[in-house]
C-alpha cells in the first residue's frame, strides 16, 4: 500500500541539548490534556509510593480493558504514543514516534514539549474495530460523550487484519494504494498445476506462496481514488471502499468503511486517535441505558487542495496531491 508522507520535519535546533525522560512527557501530555488522565498516587502494601491514573471521563469496559492490558510506563503504550501524535500534528510538526517510542525523541519535539502551552483542540476519541460477532462494525468513543458512531466494517481475508491497538500516523482524503491481495488456492489446485508443469504442458507461470496459514497466489491491485484514509498500522488504514456489502472479511488488510460512515470519521477523528482491532470485544456498550447519540455531531469542515509533488514531478509531468488546508472560503 501506498502511504502518505508525514509532514515536513521542522528544523532541530544544534543548540539544543534537551533529553526528556518518558515520565516527564507523559506529565506535559497529561497537563496538556491529550492524554485524558489524572496521575494519582497511592501508598503500597510495603510503605512504597505507586502512581496510577484515572480517566477524566467514564470510559466502557473495552477500554477497560485495553488500558489495563499496557503498562502506562511502556513507551510504546498506544494510548501514550497517540497522545503525542496529535501534540506533534497541533503543533506542525513530524509526526513520528522516537527510538523507542516516546523516548529518544527529536530534539526539536522536546523543545516544543517543554515550550508547549496549547492544549489539545480536540476531544479524546477511541476507534473499536469487532470481528465478532458478525456482521464485523466499526465504534467510535469520543471522551464525554461515550460512543457516537456506529457502522459496518470489512476487515482483511484471512486475517490480514491482526488484532491489537495502534495510533492513528497519517491521513489524508484521497490517495492511491498499489499492493498484492491473496487469493486462496486449495492443494488440489497446486497439485494439478505441478503435473501439469511436471508433463511438459505450456502454462503461465504462477507463483504459489504459504500466507497465514493458506495456500494463495496474488493478485495485482492499483486503486487510484482510497478516500477519508486514516492509516494507524503499517500501511493498514480505515478508509472508503466501494463495495456491494460490508460486514466481513474482505480488504487486503485495511478496514474498509461504506463512504458516508469513512467520510463521518474522518471528520471526528484526529491523529493519534488509537485504532483498536479485536476479535471479539468486552462488550463495546457501556451498562444498561447508555445508547448510540441521536443528536446531529459538529463534524470538522475539510477543506481541500492540490499540492504539487515536487520528487515526482519533472519538466513534463506535474504531479498533484489533495490534501486539506485551513482557507475558511476553499471548497469541499
Not at 534537551?18 to 485524558?36: D, F, G, M, N, S
Not at 511502556?74 to 501524535?85: C, K, M, Q, S, T
Request: charged residues 15%.
Amino acid at each position: 500500500m501506498l502511504v502518505s508522507a508525514p509532514p515536513t520535519a521542522a528544523v532541530i535546533s544544534s543548540a539544543s541539548s534537551t533529553v526528556l525522560q518518558a515520565r516527564e512527557i507523559r506529565r506535559i501530555l497529561i497537563r496538556l490534556h491529550y492524554l485524558p488522565l489524572i496521575p494519582e498516587d497511592y501508598l503500597g502494601v510495603h510503605g512504597h509510593i505507586h502512581k496510577t491514573y484515572q480517566w477524566r471521563f467514564k470510559i466502557p469496559r473495552a477500554l477497560q480493558a485495553l488500558a489495563a492490558s499496557d503498562s502506562w510506563q511502556d513507551p510504546w503504550n498506544p494510548l501514550v504514543l497517540g497522545a503525542l501524535y496529535q501534540f506533534e500534528a497541533v503543533h506542525n510538526l513530524p509526526i513520528v514516534p522516537g527510538g523507542m517510542g516516546i523516548r529518544g525523541l527529536p530534539l526539536n519535539i522536546e523543545k516544543a514539549l517543554l515550550q508547549a502551552k496549547k492544549t489539545d483542540p480536540d476531544p479524546w476519541t477511541w476507534i473499536l474495530v469487532t470481528k465478532f460477532p458478525r456482521p464485523e462494525e466499526i465504534h467510535l468513543f469520543m471522551g464525554g460523550h461515550g460512543w457516537i458512531f456506529q457502522s459496518k466494517a470489512n476487515t482483511g481475508v484471512m486475517h490480514a487484519t491482526p488484532d491489537g491497538t495502534w495510533p492513528i500516523y497519517a491521513r489524508d482524503t484521497h490517495t492511491a494504494m498499489v499492493g498484492r491481495f491473496p487469493i486462496p488456492v486449495s492443494h488440489a489446485q497446486i497439485r494439478l498445476y505441478e503435473a501439469a508443469k511436471s508433463a511438459g504442458y505450456a502454462l503461465q507461470s504462477v507463483h504459489y506462496s504459504r500466507y497465514h496459514h493458506h495456500w494463495v497466489e496474488y493478485q495485482h491491485y492499483d486503486d487510484p481514488d482510497i478516500r477519508w484514509v486514516n492509516y494507524f498500522d503499517r500501511g493498514r488504514a480505515v478508509h472508503f471502499y466501494p463495495r456491494a456489502n460490508y460486514g466481513f472479511p474482505q480488504s487486503a488488510g485495511c478496514v474498509e468503511l461504506p463512504k458516508s460512515a469513512a467520510h463521518k470519521v474522518y471528520g471526528l477523528i484526529h491523529y493519534g486517535t488509537p485504532v483498536t482491532v479485536s476479535h471479539a470485544a468486552i462488550g463495546p456498550w457501556d451498562p444498561p441505558g447508555s445508547r448510540y447519540l441521536k443528536q446531529p455531531l459538529n463534524i470538522k469542515p475539510i477543506h481541500l487542495a492540490y499540492r504539487e509533488i515536487a520528487a515526482k514531478s519533472t519538466a513534463l509531468s506535474v504531479h498533484l496531491q489533495l490534501v486539506e488546508t485551513s482557507a475558511s472560503d476553499a471548497n469541499h
